[in-house]
């Protein structure tokens, strides 16, 4: 093996030492798991031979031992289909968490448990596996024309997790009582009854761990760049299929057994790029390990520790909660690990009269204004008239304002990462929001609409303030930001996984706030965001040269008689101001940002203030839009004008993105 | 506490405004809205059905009993009732629980509110449905169908216990299974438990429990848990995919002392966070279901 020298190389001494610490410390968990279920020494037979009449010994048997193995064999899964894509893909934030498969799994078992229960006959994981695998074909389907291209398949991975998440959270807003069990399987709990999950979870990991040794060259050949890659006689868009294949296959068996497990798929590599690790190839064979030992160590101390006031945590919740604070921890301690993100838009249109344009939708959006306060529906049928101007009006407003919020610091968010799939949320920003509305809601504080709401906005300051500390360091190049912000992001699924599998009825209060909403706004709220809207839209066209030079880079930065970090600041400071503003109005829910930028762009508006301009507006029609057909499409049922824009425009934008790549051919 | 307060407040205004004695019916609330699934179950009983509760689906499928009359409105989702319908239809009167608490000023704008705590915080569920039902009955003047029911209520339970007496079966594991892994088991703070320790039934969950009454649980920890072999296990439907039958494919299920010996029954859906119309209802399933299994053993 000549790659045992160069491992060991690599990896300083500390970093071995604190690795078999862990090591120790698991199996000690281990143990004391197993003492726990089988109180006094019995033969150690018990373990494959168990006597029937004798429960501990039942309980070792088709519970205690499988559950080790399966923990062993998720995690390792998880992270052979996240060194793979990240590989692939080239982005460290690859995960299978990431690109929508467990979400679309999700989906799938929260649509068949309301509209086809008997297909749940054949067994849950059949229905789950379908969905995760539908999720990843599509992604596949979609990004064929590009030959597979890192940035469109992330792209669309995560208008798919998006999507796939609208469609389910609709369905909890409606169906939510009969949901429970799709809630249990979500907390990705690992308690076994049997040895079936072991069983049908072993040939496709063995497959997809074969597959992936065949494939390793090219594999790390993909690695480098697509140029390397065709220069070495490879067949790029092969490879990258037969890559995304494995990936998706490992993760749909796994998630369909367990449920969603978050973090270890983006941890395991993440961890072994810290500690040093650069070759593919032995990344491709350690993380694997890692990640067995880390979901069993978290899932050992949930087995030992994870039962308060008698509820018992489901594994994969605890997983999201309690790997946020450890991947921040290692952010702060890495100086740089990835490389400067590409520049792909892709668009080649350019329109002659951007101002047309912007007319054009401003003309379209008052026009939704005036039917979203005028048009309405009732127990007889379409209405119009100004009868309930009182309830319409603040959420009219407070949609339009945060839809522009939205749009605009869109645009200002992926010019400054030089990323389309950048989004404000990523900022870690809605993350910290939600937070402060679930200890608002846990602790019982949040008894008024303006308490929840201060909560919020408090989490959200908070979220801003940690986020912009800890990127000082590296003169806040956004790489390490949006990391934080994927670790808060995690760890709020951590809270309401954790929250709805233990069957708390407050869940469904927050998730009705999560799903956004324009249903709390008064008209003080929504005069007072409308004020927070002008002034925070008027600072973005008051930097659009800022917003030029930083997404050009440091040299024109200072060419343009800046200071390179002084700029970044003030941008990231006005993006945190606009995504908290409008995920206080709005909730958390911010598509709007990642397609309203989008739209502009297509329709050839270049510059950065047209672009501004464009985006704010269809932001702002996207949101009124939504909150007048969430409104009355489902009356008397209403769903929340985010999720309704996403539910509507996710497949459009990519209808409008496969029809641009036609015309591109 | 202080939604007892401002019952008080409230209560005592009324009577201020006309003594009990002197007042037309016309006078209390006659168009009520609950937004709460025991609250409006309880109106029923007390002959005033609502004319507007949210989720009305849901309660047919998961209350069944009392039937809700056809001409009641559904105002869509129980934590963002759709305002528009609920003003149109002209309230006099909505009740909703403390988890509603923060939309109380939009609603206050319509009608007056009224919060009731059922299970919201720990504790006796039928001792703090009784004490709803007579506020109820205050507020609506309608004091006497309110004893009536409390009274029809505890009826039930007493002909439920003179025939459990009979029997004297050991303990109950009360479980609503989610899938062949979870299960929730019903204890302390439960509409369950609260009916069953007045039939004289005992809970074998002596664990903690959530605020709501059950613990979500694995089986296994289940199992490890109650190692009692006499105890009977109490099935809530709805059961998922084809019942208990599937759960027989499984070797810790089926090795499972109760189902080897088919010391089980099943109950047809009892609102789980129902008031006293529930509690007789289940005390009514109970003893039937109890019933047919001494017949079949």
């Known amino acids: 093996m000549q790659a045992c020298p160069n491992l060991i190389q690599s990896v300083s001494v500390k970093t071995i030492i604190s690795f078999f610490g862990l090591i120790l410390f698991t199996f000690g968990l281990c143990y004391l798991s197993f003492a726990r279920t089988l109180p006094s020494l019995s033969p150690i037979q018990s373990m494959w031979s168990p006597d029937t009449a004798q429960i501990p010994q039942l309980l070792i048997h088709y519970s205690w031992l499988p559950r080790q193995f399966v923990a062993l064999m998720a995690g390792a899964g998880l992270a052979l289909a996240g060194v793979i894509l990240q590989q692939v893909l080239r982005n460290p934030l690859a995960a299978p968490s990431t690109l929508g498969f467990s979400s679309g799994a999700m989906m799938a078992l929260t649509l068949a448990t309301i509209h086809a229960p008997w297909m749940l006959s054949f067994g849950r994981e059949w229905v789950a596996m379908a969905g995760a695998l539908g999720t990843g074909l599509i992604i596949l389907a979609l990004t064929k024309k590009r030959g597979f291209s890192p940035l469109t398949v992330i792209l669309v991975g995560m208008f798919m997790t998006l999507y796939c998440s609208a469609v389910t959270a609709v369905l909890n807003v409606m169906d939510q009582k009969e949901l429970w069990s799709v809630f249990l399987w979500g907390g990705g709990s690992l308690v076994q009854h049997d040895w079936q999950t072991f069983k049908q979870m072993s040939l496709p990991f063995l497959l997809s761990v074969v597959a992936a040794i065949v494939f390793v060259r090219p594999l790390s050949l993909i690695g480098l760049s697509d140029e390397t890659a065709g220069s070495a006689g490879l067949n790029v868009n092969r490879t990258r299929m037969i890559a995304f294949l494995i990936a998706i296959f490992v993760t749909a068996s796994i998630v369909s057994h367990v449920g969603v497990i978050t973090f270890i798929g983006l941890a395991a590599p993440a961890l072994l790029r810290i500690a040093g690790i650069h070759r593919f190839g032995q990344r491709l064979i350690l993380a694997p390990i890692v990640g067995a030992l880390l979901l069993w160590f978290v899932d050992l101390v949930v087995q030992n520790f994870g039962t308060f006031s008698g509820y018992a945590a489901p594994t994969g919740a605890v997983t999201g909660l309690f790997g946020a604070p450890i991947m921040i921890w290692l952010l702060l301690r890495t100086k740089s690990m990835f490389q400067p993100s590409v520049v792909d838009h892709g668009y080649v249109f350019r329109t002659q009269k951007p101002m047309l344009v912007a007319w054009v939708f401003f003309a379209i959006l008052v026009l939704l204004v005036v039917i979203g306060l005028f048009l309405g529906k009732s127990q007889t049928g379409w209405v119009w008239g100004a009868q309930a101007l009182e309830w319409r009006s603040p959420r009219v407003i407070a949609a339009w304002m945060a839809g522009a919020l939205l749009g605009a610091s869109g645009v200002i968010m992926q010019r400054m990462l030089r990323n389309p799939m950048a989004s404000p949320e990523l900022l870690g920003v809605n993350a910290g929001a939600s937070i402060g509305m679930a200890i608002a809601i846990l602790s019982g504080l949040g008894v008024s609409i303006v308490i929840q709401l201060g909560f919020a906005a408090v989490g959200a300051f908070g979220a801003m303030m940690f986020v912009i500390t800890i990127s000082r360091r590296s003169n806040y190049s956004p790489e390490k930001v949006i990391l934080v912000g994927v670790a808060l992001t995690s760890f709020v699924e951590g809270i309401t996984l954790l929250m709805s599998a233990s069957g708390d009825s407050r869940t469904l209060l927050l998730m009705s706030w999560l799903t956004g909403s324009t249903f709390r706004i008064d008209m003080t709220l929504a005069l007072l965001s409308s004020g927070a809207a002008i002034v925070l839209l008027g600072a973005a066209f008051a930097c659009t040269r800022m917003q030029q030079a930083v997404e050009l880079g440091p040299a024109f930065i200072r060419n343009a008689g800046l200071n390179e970090s002084k700029a970044r600041l003030i941008l990231l400071l006005l993006v945190a101001g606009m995504s908290a503003t409008a995920t206080i109005v709005v909730g958390p829910l911010s598509f709007v940002s990642l397609m309203a930028p989008h739209i502009a762009r297509m329709l050839g508006v270049i510059r950065v203030h047209h672009q501004l301009l464009v985006s704010a507006l269809i932001g702002g029609l996207l949101l009124v839009f939504g909150d007048w057909a969430g409104r009355t499409l489902f009356y008397p049922w209403q769903v929340t004008a985010p999720l309704f824009t996403c539910l509507v425009g996710g497949p459009m934008l990519i209808w409008f993105l496969m029809r641009r790549e036609q015309h591109a051919r | ?297």
């Open chain 2, 1 to 297: 506490m202080r939604v007892i307060i401002f019952l008080l407040f409230w209560a005592s205004s009324l009577a201020f405004e006309a003594p009990a004695s002197q007042v037309k019916p016309s006078a209390y609330p006659q168009r009520v809205v609950s937004l709460d699934f025991a609250l409006a179950a309880t109106l029923v009983e007390m002959g005033l059905p609502p004319v507007g509760i949210a989720d009305k689906h849901g309660y047919e499928r998961w209350a069944q009993e009392p039937a809700l009359p056809d001409s009641v409105v559904d105002l869509g989702s129980m934590y963002e009732p759709n305002l528009e319908l609920l003003e149109s239809i002209q309230p006099d009167l909505i009740l909703i629980t403390p988890y509603q608490v923060h939309i109380k000023p939009f609603l206050e704008k319509i009608a007056p509110v009224v919060s009731m705590t059922t299970y919201q915080v720990a504790g006796d569920v039928i001792e703090k449905s009784v004490k709803n039902t007579r506020e109820l009955g205050t507020i609506l003047g309608r004091e006497a169908q309110a004893e009536a029911l409390i009274t029809s209520t505890y009826q039930a339970m007493q002909d439920a216990k003179q025939v459990v007496e009979k029997y004297a079966f050991p303990s109950f594991l009360v479980m609503r299974v989610h899938d062949k892994q979870h299960v929730w088991v019903y204890g302390e703070n439960s509409l369950f438990q609260s009916v069953m320790s007045r039939i004289g039934l005992q809970n074998a969950w002596t664990q903690k429990t959530n605020t709501w009454g059950f613990s979500s649980q694995g089986l296994p920890a289940v199992t490890r848990a109650n190692q009692n072999k006499e105890t009977f296990v109490v099935f809530l439907e709805p059961m998922p995919d084809e019942g208990v039958r599937s759960l027989n494919e499984s070797p810790l299920w089926r090795l499972q002392p109760w189902m080897q010996e088919k010391r089980y029954i099943t109950l047809p859906p009892v609102l789980q966070y129902g008031a006293l119309p529930a509690a007789r209802r289940l005390s009514h399933v109970f003893v039937e279901a109890l019933q047919s299994k001494k017949e079949k053993m």
